[in-house]
Nanobody, 124 residues
Framework: QVELVESGGGLAQAGGSLRLSCAASGPSVGYWDMGWFRQGPGKDREFVAAITWRDGNTYYEDSVKGRFTISKNRAMMTVYLQMNSLEPEDTAVYFC?????????????????WGQGTQVTVSS
């Protein structure tokens, strides 16, 4: 019954913006930590950002700090990733993930549920 549905991917020029959304449903979904990961062509899945359920603390991969913002709306059961100042290196399939995480928010192995992925392409 757990489901993560992503949307908002598409095309953008360098310097542009996109906002990704992840609509979550399932038991106790409001108490899960949430994260965003991405996977570019020929690359491993990479941590992008995470947000904790209790206090809303956020974590970011170094290359996106100051450009990306993760947030959530509990009433809407939705997690967002606002991406500004996009660069061609941001091109990837972006995945929403959920899990009960107490340490190491940066590892994909610690997340239990995943969305289908949404393509983000940034051109020069």
């Amino acid at each position: 019954q757990v489901e993560l549905v992503e949307s908002g991917g598409g095309l953008a020029q360098a310097g542009g913006s996109l906002r990704l959304s992840c609509a979550a449903s399932g038991p106790s979904v409001g108490y899960w930590d949430m994260g965003w990961f991405r996977q570019g062509p020929g690359k491993d899945r990479e941590f992008v950002a995470a947000i904790t359920w209790r206090d809303g603390n956020t974590y970011y991969e170094d290359s996106v700090k100051g450009r990306f913002t993760i947030s959530k709306n509990r009433a809407m059961m939705t997690v967002y990733l606002q991406m500004n100042s996009l660069e061609p290196e941001d091109t990837a399939v972006y995945f929403c993930a959920a899990g009960r995480i107490y340490s190491d928010y940066f590892s994909s192995k610690n997340y239990d549920y995943w969305g289908q992925g949404t393509q983000v392409t940034v051109s020069s």
